[in-house]
Structure formats: structure tokens, C-alpha cells
């Protein structure tokens, strides 16, 4: 009964470095949050993503960010070009539905950029 | 404005005894979920108790109850009996109706540490 599952669990990228982080939702979940850890601070919303679809990226910066959840295969979160403002944890939550009950987080990427 | 506020970032407890965390929330939508998680300096996010803006009664697992007060819109956490290992950081988190599509808006949190 596996949880939610990310990895890396570290990632390190020099300037300008593509960064792929990944995510798979607990079994029978097929709705997926990505948020951001900045040092010191609480998580931020970054995107709301069911399979094959993106529900709500209003918390997703408009350039070098992207997010999927492809039919098969876990939910990637794309950095591209990164810099060092992008150094932060990212965390990964999955629930069954977009109701009002709890959201279970994965373990989170730590992204570290040079 | 703040959807969140958790006016102390650091808080001290006795080993022992029982602490209070803040948590303060604004929403017009009726139908909200309010959450406390705890992150540990490890850095998971470990989910602690849930309180439903309908439930009637505050919620409780074991050494953690939500304090609900709808008519303040505060939902303050209280750890009975603090352990050496509940020093970390507590984070209030609120999930507002299906209509905001569930994400969930988090507080700056508290850092607690317990002495023994």
C-alpha cells in the first residue's frame, strides 16, 4: 500500500540546467498537486493536474515551468533553464477527488541549483 | 489579504505540558476542509488532523484536537502531553470548495520545540 512517491529526493542542476521531477499519486488517486517549498516559508499551490489534463496552473510561474500527468506514468514537473531562485523543495500531494478531504503528500524534491 | 495567518513563528513547551498553536483563516465560501500538518527536519509533510467547516464537533486524533471557533475563524491546534518529538514545524492549511479545485493554501507555519 504504497504511498505517494517522488524522486528524486535530491536533485542538483547547475544554471540553465533542464530539471525533471517526478511524481507518482497513491493507487486509486487520480488527482495530483504540485507545491513549492521556498527556505523559511509554508507551501505554495503551484498546479492542479487530473490525468491527461491540467485543471488549475494559476500558481505556476509563466515562463520555465510546466507540469503533466500523462495517461500512463507518473506526473512530471519541468524546470527549464533553471536558476538559483528555483532552489526550494518541491512536494507532490494526491487525493481521489477534488473534494474537501485530506491530500496526502509525498516525501518532496529537494532541488538545489548551482 | 492573507488566506492564512499563523502569528507565531516560534513557540516553546515543556515537555509534558499542552501548547496552542494559532491559526486564523478568511474565506467566503461556506464549504471549507481546515488541515494541520507537521514537518519534521527531515521534511516530509506528515497531516495530523482534519476539521470540515460543517462538523459540528471539533476533531481529535489522539494527542492532537483542532480548536474550531467558525464564528472567529480561528482553527488553533492543541498538542496535549508534548513529546520530545513533536518539535517541528506546524503548518495550518485550508482547502476552500470543489469550486476552487481543492488546492490546498498554507500559513508560514510555527516552529515548535519542545525542552525537556
Known amino acids: 500500500n504504497a504511498g505517494v512517491m517522488q524522486n528524486p529526493r535530491h536533485l542538483v542542476r547547475r544554471r540553465g540546467q533542464e530539471a525533471r521531477l517526478r511524481c507518482s499519486p497513491m493507487?486509486?488517486?487520480?488527482?495530483v498537486y504540485w507545491y513549492r517549498q521556498l527556505p523559511e516559508e509554508g507551501l505554495k499551490f503551484m498546479v492542479y493536474l487530473q490525468k491527461e489534463n491540467i485543471i488549475d496552473e494559476s500558481g505556476m510561474p509563466k515562463e520555465r515551468f510546466s507540469a503533466e500527468f500523462p495517461k500512463e506514468g507518473p506526473s512530471i514537473l519541468r524546470i527549464q533553464q533553471v536558476v538559483r531562485g528555483d532552489s526550494a523543495a518541491y512536494f507532490c500531494?494526491?487525493?481521489?477527488?477534488?473534494?474537501?478531504?485530506?491530500?496526502?503528500f509525498g516525501p518532496g524534491t529537494r532541488l538545489t541549483v548551482l | 489579504a492573507q488566506k492564512i495567518t499563523q502569528t507565531q513563528p516560534g513557540m516553546f513547551v515543556q515537555e509534558k505540558e499542552a501548547v496552542t498553536l494559532d491559526c486564523t483563516y478568511d474565506t467566503s465560501d461556506p464549504s471549507y476542509g481546515l488541515f494541520w500538518y507537521k514537518q519534521p527536519s527531515s521534511g516530509e509533510m506528515i497531516f495530523l488532523i482534519y476539521?470540515?467547516?460543517?462538523?459540528?464537533q471539533n476533531a481529535t486524533e489522539g494527542r492532537y484536537s483542532l480548536n474550531f471557533q467558525k464564528a472567529r475563524k480561528s482553527a488553533n491546534l492543541v498538542i496535549s502531553a508534548s513529546q520530545l518529538g513533536d518539535s517541528a514545524m506546524y503548518f495550518c492549511?485550508?482547502?476552500?470548495?470543489?469550486?476552487?479545485?481543492?488546492?490546498?493554501?498554507f500559513g508560514q507555519g510555527t516552529e515548535l520545540s519542545v525542552k525537556p
Open positions: 500531494a494526491s487525493s481521489p477527488g477534488q473534494g474537501l478531504g485530506e491530500q496526502f
Open positions: 493507487k486509486g488517486h487520480s488527482h
Open positions: 476539521q470540515g467547516s460543517y462538523d459540528q
Open positions: 492549511a485550508m482547502r476552500e470548495g470543489p469550486d476552487q479545485g481543492g488546492k490546498l493554501i
